[in-house]
DNA sequence: CCCTAATAACCGACTGGTCGGTTTGCATTT
DNA sequence: AAATGCAAACCGACCAGTCGGTTATTAGGG
């Protein structure tokens, strides 16, 4: 892995994830991606071993940094409201960054040889293993609501936050704050128990005149 | 629309949906279809326009039937809770059935035409304002938090919901109706007002010791 | 009820085009 | 001169859709 600065590498991988998110890794050829970026075909086999090894790259960088992230996240907070609130807001902070990345992770993967998808199906339960344990902890603490199982409840905020790739736009009505903030609090009246509400109320949003 | 009742069509529609939620609809030809089920080219190209015009009718089946049994679960009950809890029921209860449907339909609707997705967009549309009016209503009603766009709180719910055809497997060791019960749960807890949830309560979780 | 005719359902070899990947060649750098 | 980085022509496999033909189904006249 030698350090790279501006090189056709990097222009293939950032061109190809516009036109895999807009069109589909099937609908994309290489003939097409290297068109785009005014580059040859033995170009891009000089850099890549394969199309598919190309999918993998764009699935490694994206998740690699939810994970980095959301370690860091952790690592930065001790309760489990603050942490279970500062992982969702990493979450949704990564899809101002990576939309693109976002959309043919989860909607390519399936293209993915079995080699490469077995390394990114690993680094996915390691994401979800984080969440679910800020989750499982926040039970212990009773902070969170024990009679709730952590794994349903993991996986409930997960599809919630990331079914946004489906449907967010940048330049829609809505800012990723905003939905971050609503989906926040709706987590936190939905599994924090009474007595730990007090903590929670904080990050809430406050009450206004109805719409 | 003549009345079919074991037609060709309808075995490869069939055998078509279980082969594109496995491999993919780019993956599948429609010589392994035909041969998976003992036909052949030609018959396809009988009953189907296109290759294309068989991915619609997966895709028509399912959000017609979502539509018409949400349309129902909201007819039977009369207050917002009821409603709420009916369709967020009828929409999981459908993963029992259509779960290979529902992987066709989020993974492979890119690879409908712009005619056919036009019609698919539309109908998608009319499920969300389907429940989108009843969290409205609620808010109106006072059952609901108003200070919390229904919007979001719509898309929130749906995607919990939604992102279960990714994990859940039926051979796994949580059902559905558990599932769909903490969700029911959290969803509650997360947007019913104070005033309003002792209607609520009837359809929540009983406190048991922890995990 | 039977025979015939017409139509609908179905078959399978073939084609035209596409696309991932290879190979060869040519500059520029070291 | 040897290695690097890229260009462009090329190859072989694959696949949606076609088309001429065959079999099953139905309709109607005798």
Redesign the pocket.
């Known amino acids: 892995m030698p350090m790279e600065k501006k090189?056709?590498?990097q222009r293939i991988v950032d061109a190809s994830v516009v036109l895999f998110q807009q069109d589909g890794y099937?609908?994309?050829?290489?003939?097409?991606i290297?068109e785009h970026i005014?580059?040859?075909?033995?170009?891009?086999?000089?850099?890549?071993?394969?199309?598919?090894?190309l999918l993998y790259e764009i699935h490694d960088v994206f998740i690699s940094y939810v994970i980095r992230q959301s370690q860091e996240a952790y690592d930065k907070y001790d309760t489990p409201i603050s942490r279970l609130c500062a992982l969702m807001q990493t979450l949704t902070h990564v899809f101002d960054l990576y939309q693109e990345h976002i959309t043919v992770f989860y909607e390519e993967s399936r293209s993915l040889s079995a080699e490469y998808s077995a390394i990114i199906h690993d680094k996915r339960s390691h994401y979800r293993k984080i969440l679910q344990t800020v989750i499982e902890e926040g039970q212990q603490t009773g902070d969170f609501r024990a009679e709730l199982p952590a794994t349903i409840v993991t996986m409930a905020i997960v599809g919630m936050i990331n079914w946004t790739y489906k449907w967010f736009k940048q330049s829609g009505p809505l800012t990723m704050e905003e939905i971050t903030k609503v989906f926040s609090d709706m987590v936190l009246h939905a599994i924090v128990t009474e007595q730990a509400m007090e903590e929670a109320i904080q990050f809430m949003i406050k009450d206004k005149p109805a719409i």
């Open positions: 090189t056709l590498k099937h609908n994309v050829t290489v003939d097409r290297v005014g580059a040859s075909k033995g170009g891009f086999y000089h850099n890549f071993k394969s199309k598919d090894a």
